[in-house]
């Protein structure tokens, strides 16, 4: 929204469900079926550049500690900052995930690392074990 003094105009937008994914049929009642994750960049409060938002729909839910001089930097800050946090979140609900499958902590042949996964052309999946 340029020329607004609460936004300039570098922003992301990515469209996340909220549940499972269900045809627009599914849930004829329901309105609120989906929200907006917007990374943005606004104005510093003190003037001093720009920091980066994140909002979830309307909701401003973070706003980056450090001020940065150009609104390219302040975005591209906030967006490294929010895909290493969701990185992380869903690593360890990967990580949790299998260890309820196995029954145990995971180990490496339970990730297919290494050599000891077996050898297997590119693309070709080993079937899980049961």
């Given amino acids: 929204m ?3 003094a609460d936004t300039v105009s570098c922003n992301v937008d990515t469209t996340l469900t909220t549940g499972v994914l269900m045809s627009e049929t599914a849930v004829p009642d329901v ?24 909002m979830i729909a309307d ?9 940065y001089t150009a609104p390219s930097d302040a975005l591209r800050a906030t967006q490294v900052l929010v895909g290493d946090a ?4 869903l690593a360890g609900q990967e990580w949790r995930s299998l260890g309820q499958d196995v ?7 339970d990730l ?16 899980a074990r049961p």
Avoid: K, M, N
């Fill in 103 to 109: 029954g145990r902590a995971p180990t490496r042949q």
């Fill in 86 to 89: 969701l990185g992380a979140l």
């Fill in 59 to 67: 909701h401003e839910c973070y706003r980056t500690l450090r001020a």
């Fill in 31 to 54: 309105p609120d079926t989906e929200f907006h994750l917007t990374i943005q960049c606004a104005p510093a409060s003190d003037g001093w550049g720009f920091v980066g938002r994140v």
């Fill in 2 to 4: 340029p020329g607004t």
């Fill in 112 to 127: 297919r690392f290494g050599l000891s996964a077996g050898s297997r052309a590119v693309g070709q999946i080993r079937p």
